[in-house]
């Protein structure tokens, strides 16, 4: 059974640094790219960027690119993403999904991340 | 990037009718284009890709068509847990990119 689960919710301040992961099974880790989700209320579904575990070659989104950093480890078929300095704007639920043919079929039960002073 | 738009917003229905949510792309994005329903406080779930295939366990009642900037995603007749906020996303170039939403709601 194909399973992406996620590390529990984050409470952090702005400026600190934090990495949430996505921990996968059932299936060859290598595959499938791993693409993460932001959503918020105000702007619904954002795509992030996505990783190629084989290589770790990324993609990042036009917004995103600088701030996140997306990253895998092969042995423990883990992908990760990362801040090194948050803001409270980065207060969002946050999705990994497995990618198949440009298209999500499935994905983690969501990170919920809070950034308050 | 492309911009996806979704229409209607949101919607009210019956149990049992028939229900079309649209997606229009800034550009043509030929056959790439997914379709997932989200319930809240869960991850969405793909129902099909890319534009008229069903995925694998979703129910017949759902159906996709469309090809270039204009895709459809219907339900022929509602039921019960259909009730759910339904997104676009284009896979034809990077970004990937998603519509705004469609709240399906009872009436």
């Known amino acids: 059974e194909v399973q992406l689960v996620q590390s529990g919710a984050e409470v952090r301040k702005p400026g600190e640094s934090l990495r949430i992961a996505c921990e996968t099974s059932?299936?060859?880790?290598?595959?499938?790219?791993i693409t993460w989700v932001r959503q918020t209320p105000e702007k619904g579904l954002e795509w992030m960027g996505r990783?190629?575990?084989?290589?770790?070659?990324?993609n990042y989104g036009p917004s995103f690119q600088g701030h996140v950093t997306i990253s895998a480890d092969k042995s423990i078929t883990t992908a990760y993403l990362q801040w090194n300095s948050l803001k409270a704007t980065d207060t969002a639920m946050y999705f990994c999904?497995?990618?198949?043919?440009?298209?999500?079929?499935?994905w983690g039960q969501g990170t919920l991340v809070t950034v308050s002073s | 990037d492309i911009q996806m738009t979704q229409s209607p917003s949101s919607l009210s229905a019956s149990v049992g009718d028939r229900v079309t949510i649209t997606c229009r792309a800034s550009?043509?994005?030929?056959?790439?284009l997914n379709w997932y329903q989200q319930r809240p406080g869960k991850a969405p779930k793909l129902l099909i890709y890319?534009?008229?295939s069903l995925q694998s366990g979703v129910p017949s009642r759902f159906s996709g068509s469309g090809s270039g900037t204009d895709f459809t995603l219907t339900i022929s007749s509602l039921q019960p847990e259909d009730f759910a906020t339904y997104y676009c996303?284009?896979?034809?170039?990077?970004?990937?990119?998603f519509g705004q939403g469609t709240k399906l709601e009872i009436k």
């Open positions: 059932g299936y060859s880790f290598s595959n499938y790219w």
């Open positions: 890319p534009a008229s």
């Open positions: 550009q043509s994005i030929s056959s790439y």
């Open positions: 999904a497995r990618s198949h043919s440009g298209s999500y079929d499935y």
């Open positions: 996303q284009q896979s034809y170039t990077i970004p990937r990119t």
């Open positions: 990783i190629d575990p084989r290589d770790s070659h990324t």
